[in-house]
């Protein structure tokens, strides 16, 4: 037995039993008052781990302790210099098959779109809108391999359907009382065929431009009446190329706009170019500096490996030359399959793969910065563009002075190969290739009137425009924007910024002064 005492334990002695059983210490302690001692002792243990524990946490949240290994470790020695952290600002890699999905622009019922905001006293004077179409059935077909089965005709009940689907169908019956240009006339108002032809607009890019006109009806209509009721035909534009996947999603996004609108207040004008230059295409500049383009395009394809190979496979795979698959352009039709949710096509030799889609649009994404990296594009982009873009500044304009040719609101329907210069001219060089039904919206806003100014010009300090693309504001990143300081009282960007890019600035880039100047100025 081991006893303890209250007294001094240096008066423990070592006693051996009378009985000779065994031996231990035996001293005058307390047992009971040992017992209290351990546990005061395991107490303060406790107390002294806890309080190591919050010292060790502190110290690795103000980061003096490092909690991961540093990679690279400073010389020793005295450094008294603060060294700021060094950033990894590399861009993340794209994911192409999720670059494909996003590039679908299934209808989403949840997304939201930043047009319409301003400040609370600011007034909406007009909006223009360019859209791409919505989904299409493909241009082209895989040689030797059965076309995806998709059908075009609109049925409410179907998937991807929305609530203004049979309105709509039932409006566009009455399209013959609307004003229609000679050449958009006879073609159909609606998709039509169990069996989509190429190119036919599907019923998922007919939702996806009602749900587009929807947005802009609650941005626009709900919140800031642009249009009152009993509007006419001098407050709405509307202008679309010839093809019926262009006309039909003008209609769509005209009827989510403004559901039930009338026929006979409504005009339809018929543009040419793709490109939305009407009286202004003649620019053999802008020919050559395309050419220039499509060269620098053929030099990286033919320099990519991995793609040669994986064409090289595919052709084996459905029995045709090489060249006669790259013709075909597979990529248009894989990207149907993926969108539709359908298997890709198969012959006797095997199955085409999303594999072999994500080689292309790997591809393609290379591509896009690799033009932004050489430049020629642009230079492209800003002659293609311009004559669009002059139009949309007179019409600002026009709106801002009630004058004819300023409508509220117009609609332009068009194509990817209309988007893209537009976004290239704009600065936006780094905006995701448009999407199918993808919108580009102008707006134009005035602020509260303000003392006039001495030079004369102060109606058109009070303008401002905003620019969105697929609903995010990206006025702040054009390139006649992007240095403009955001004021608490003015934060969109000044019209006459907009109006100088277009009339001047964007021919620096071309050592020109005018658009004629720079179209027809011979090579150097």
Not at 82 to 96: K, S
């Amino acid at each position: 037995m081991v006893l303890y005492s209250h007294k001094p334990l240096s008066r423990c002695v070592w006693h051996r039993s009378s009985h000779g059983a065994g031996s231990g210490w035996l001293t005058d302690l307390d047992h009971t008052a040992w017992t209290m001692l351990a546990r005061t002792r395991f107490v303060l243990l406790l107390v002294v781990a806890a309080v190591l524990a919050v010292l060790s946490f502190s110290l690795q949240f103000l980061h003096i302790i490092p909690v991961s290994p540093v990679g690279d470790e400073r010389p020793p020695g005295k450094n008294r210099k603060r060294m700021p952290p060094v950033l990894h600002t590399e861009a993340p890699v794209l994911d192409p098959i999720r670059e494909a999905y996003a590039y679908c622009n299934i209808p989403n019922r949840t997304e939201q779109g930043w047009e319409g905001h301003s400040p609370a006293d600011y007034e909406l004077l007009s909006v223009q809108v360019m859209i791409r179409h919505g989904d299409r059935y493909p241009l082209y077909a895989i040689p030797k391999t059965k076309r995806p089965a998709i059908d075009c005709m609109l049925v409410p009940y179907r998937s991807p359907s929305h609530p203004l689907l049979a309105t709509f169908i039932n409006h566009m019956s009455w399209g013959g009382r609307g004003r229609w240009d000679p050449m958009l006339s006879a073609l159909p108002r609606l998709p039509s065929h169990s069996m989509c032809e190429m190119g036919e607009l599907t019923q998922t890019g007919i939702v996806q431009h009602l749900r587009n006109g929807q947005l802009l009806r609650d941005a626009y209509m709900k919140r800031h009446k642009l249009l009152q009721p009993g509007w006419t035909a001098r407050q709405l534009y509307v202008e679309s190329t010839g093809k019926s996947r262009t006309l039909q999603s003008g209609l769509a996004l005209l009827y989510g706009l403004l559901p039930d609108f009338d026929w006979a207040e409504v005009v339809v004008q018929h543009q040419a170019s793709t490109l939305f230059c009407g009286a202004h295409c003649d620019c053999p500049a802008r020919n050559r500096y395309l050419e220039e383009e499509q060269r620098r395009q053929y030099r990286l394809r033919v320099a990519d490996t991995q793609l040669d190979h994986m064409y090289a496979d595919m052709a084996r795979m459905v029995g045709v030359a090489p060249r006669q698959l790259r013709a075909a352009n597979p990529v248009d039709s894989l990207t149907c399959h993926l969108c539709h949710g359908l298997s890709f096509p198969c012959t006797a030799q095997g199955c085409l793969s999303p594999r072999q889609l994500a080689i292309i649009k790997r591809q393609q994404l290379e591509d896009e910065e690799d033009r932004r990296r050489q430049g020629l594009y642009r230079r492209y982009a800003l002659l293609a563009a311009h004559p669009f873009l002059n139009r949309t500044a007179g019409r600002m304009l026009h709106a801002a002075e009630g004058r004819d040719g300023g409508e509220a609101l117009a609609v332009f329907s068009a194509h990817d190969v209309t988007l893209v210069p537009l976004l290239s001219a704009l600065g936006l060089a780094k905006a995701r290739f448009p999407r199918f039904a993808a919108r580009l919206v102008f707006e134009l806003w005035r602020i509260p009137p303000q003392p006039r100014q001495e030079d004369g010009n102060s109606e058109r300090q009070q303008l401002f425009v905003r620019i969105l693309y697929d609903g995010e504001d990206v006025t702040f990143q054009t390139s006649f924007c992007w240095s403009h300081e955001r004021l608490p009282g003015q934060p969109l960007c000044p019209f006459n910024s907009f109006l100088s890019f277009v009339r001047r600035d964007m021919f620096r880039t071309l050592n020109a002064t005018s658009y004629q100047e720079a179209c027809h100025r011979r090579p150097v």
